[in-house]
């Protein structure tokens, strides 16, 4: 039977179309209001915030890192500057696969793996977007060619012209000066991002350190249009920023190089100060080392030789070395034993080369063996005798003792500008007791009256007990700055004048000081009578190791660096002073005949004209300018 045929609704499938029509006409309209409204809230509604964000995508604000402050010595000699260098800078925003970049990079410039491992750590501490972080400075023309040659391969990297630190001086000034480097994570944690924007680098030691605000300066901005690639197209608007201040310190190069010359190599400090001022006219630390390379980062492999050296020339024995100061405190103990009223200037002790105590008969030796019979308060200065000092401190006791010390700046920091700073260590019943739980023993008195004992001193606070005893007890921190963009440092805590019962007591100590090295029976005499004006001074010698009860110093049984501290304080002229010093030569063994020549010549390069060999004339004591004058009428 045949299918029947269907026949197709014409009206049904109209109807069909009709209303897909309809909902597709719907859908569109709608879709198209919605998109109206996007474009509304867009552009009308959210204007301010798009048009900002555009703006933004086009214009960038980048900071202009200030210059840093100059650091001159007091003749004007440039101590720091700034060079001008050319850096390989790396912008990581605009190098997309900036890892990839500094491959390419390490293999445009022959670099090593260690170079790149520092190229990648220094990228990922740069602290803003769009900032450009330099990797490597001082590039030579060499490198900047093969860069500009691969520059396409090279997105994101550029070759700045920036100004680096130098210091010209080199490692003359590496312990006082210091030297800025970059600025690791712990230092980005409390640094104000804003006032360092842009700089990389921050003092590190020194005077850099001590005065990193006023050397930094304050950053300024610039305002930049640039194009989708980031290039600069032109400035906007800018704010200039300001330089930091130049420092002009009271060292002197010229000095600096004479006590250098003067330790002739070997390790030891000198600091030489001006007592008037408290001005630090000289601060050697031997040996000493180029800051240079720590401003553009020292290689992994030279830092180790620095500090894995034996002789430690990253150390700076001036303020962190402790030294026990041995008979150079004997001139301090003796003044504070006038002014307790334990003994007078005509006090006598008899000196069989050995002490006792009563009921006691462990004998404390004289270094003097054969003993120097009845002895005064002059002659046990110049002889440096023990047994003296030994009935003193006796009769002073640890209490009275620690705190005359403490007075000399004994046990305390005594510098206004120099940060790095040990306290060192003046001995007392508490400190004992706290440090080791054991109560004070009377011998442990008697050598702390010559210097000996827990008694821990810094050069510099030897310098400093010397100034004290030249300006009879006039407090003066000692200070590495001379001025600051003009202004002199002021000193914020100062210390109490040391005031005594008889001004006089000052007299008795210093005129046996003088006859160390100008009386008959001193022990630098020979010094002496080679000096064309008075010195007074003190020899001390500051043991390394512990010899036994009743053995004799013997140095060819004793290794080179445990042989015993040579040490040596004095100021001149002794009637006018204008120069107080301290020399540590470690291991030197005679502080009479190793570190007196020292002294001698780091004054003479201070006080002598060089064409005469006299006394120049602005350091004649008023008394030598009257003669001067008489004589010529």
């Known amino acids: ?63 202009i890192p200030p210059t840093r402050g100059l650091i001159y010595d007091r003749n004007g000699v440039i101590i720091a500057d700034n060079r001008p260098s050319f850096s390989l800078t790396v912008t990581r925003e605009r190098a997309g696969d900036w890892l990839q970049v500094l491959d390419t990079v390490v293999e445009v410039l022959e670099l090593s793996d260690e170079d790149r491992a520092l190229f990648e750590r220094r990228v990922r501490q740069g602290r803003r977007p769009f900032e450009p972080v330099p990797i490597l400075f001082e590039l030579s023309e060499e490198q900047i060619a093969r860069v500009a ?72 901005y610039e305002e930049v249009e640039t194009n989708a690639r980031g290039r600069v197209l032109r400035v906007l608007n800018r704010i200039d920023p300001k330089p930091g201040k130049d420092i002009v310190l009271s060292l002197d190069s010229r000095l600096q190089e004479a006590a250098e010359n003067a330790l002739g190599g070997r390790r030891g400090a000198v600091v030489a100060i001006q007592p008037k001022t408290g001005e630090v006219l000289a601060m050697v630390s031997q040996p000493s080392f180029d800051p240079n390379p720590f401003v553009t980062g020292i290689s992994f492999k030279a830092y180790g030789e620095l500090r894995d050296s034996i002789d430690q020339p990253l150390y700076n024995r001036v303020l962190r070395g402790l030294y026990p100061p041995g008979s150079t405190i004997k001139p301090m103990v003796a003044v504070s034993g006038l002014d307790a009223g334990v003994i007078t200037p005509t006090t006598r002790v008899f000196d069989p080369g050995f002490y006792q105590l009563p009921n006691n008969s462990h004998k404390y030796r004289n270094w003097n063996r054969n003993g120097d019979g009845w002895i005064d308060l002059n002659l046990a200065i110049a002889r440096s005798n023990d047994t003296y000092f030994y009935d003193l401190a006796h009769k002073m006791g640890i209490d009275r003792l620690h705190d005359y010390m403490s007075r000399f700046g004994i046990g305390q920091r005594v510098a206004l500008d120099m940060f790095e700073e040990t306290a060192g260590l003046m001995p007392s019943r508490d400190w004992k007791r706290a440090r080791f739980r054991q109560p004070w023993y009377p011998g442990e008195t008697l050598i702390l009256g010559i210097g000996q004992g827990y008694m821990q001193t810094t050069p510099l606070q030897l310098a400093q007990a010397t100034t004290l005893m030249a300006t009879r007890g006039k407090w003066i921190r000692p200070h590495l700055a001379k001025s600051i963009d003009g202004r002199q440092p002021v000193d914020p805590n100062p210390m109490p004048d040391i005031q005594l019962r008889d001004p006089k007591f000052w007299d008795y100590s210093i005129h046996g000081m003088e006859e160390v090295l100008h009386g008959a029976r001193g022990t630098a005499r020979k010094v002496g009578d080679s000096a064309v004006y008075r010195i007074a001074g003190k020899s001390g010698t500051a043991q390394v190791v512990a010899i036994k009860q009743g053995e004799r110093y013997d140095r060819n049984k004793i290794q080179e660096r445990h042989r015993d501290h040579a040490l040596f304080i004095g100021f001149a002229p002794v009637e006018n002073p204008q120069i107080a010093v301290a020399v540590m030569v470690e291991n030197g063994e005679s502080g009479s005949g190793v570190a007196a020549p020292v002294l001698k010549q780091v004054m003479d390069a201070w006080l002598l004209d060089p064409q005469t060999g006299q006394l120049k004339a602005e350091f004649a004591s008023p008394q030598s300018a009257e003669v001067t004058v008489n004589d010529d009428r």
């Open 149 to 220: 040659v691969n520059q396409f391969r090279l997105p994101g990297v550029e070759v700045a012209a920036q100004l680096v630190r130098h210091y010209p001086l080199q490692e003359h000034f590496a312990h006082s000066v210091g030297y800025v480097g970059r600025i690791n994570e712990q230092e980005l944690k409390r640094l104000d991002p804003t006032e360092y924007a842009g700089t990389h680098h921050i003092g590190k030691t020194g005077i850099e350190r001590f005065y990193e605000e006023e050397l930094h300066g304050e950053v300024g």
């Open 1 to 63: 039977m045949p299918q029947p045929i269907r026949l197709k609704d014409h009206e049904k499938d109209a109807r069909l179309v009709k209303r897909r029509v309809l909902v597709g006409g719907a859908v569109i309209i709608l879709l198209t209001c919605v998109l109206v409204m996007r474009m509304y809230y867009l552009q009308v509604v959210q204007y301010e915030h798009h048009s900002t964000l555009a703006e933004n995508n086009r214009i960038h604000v980048q900071p």
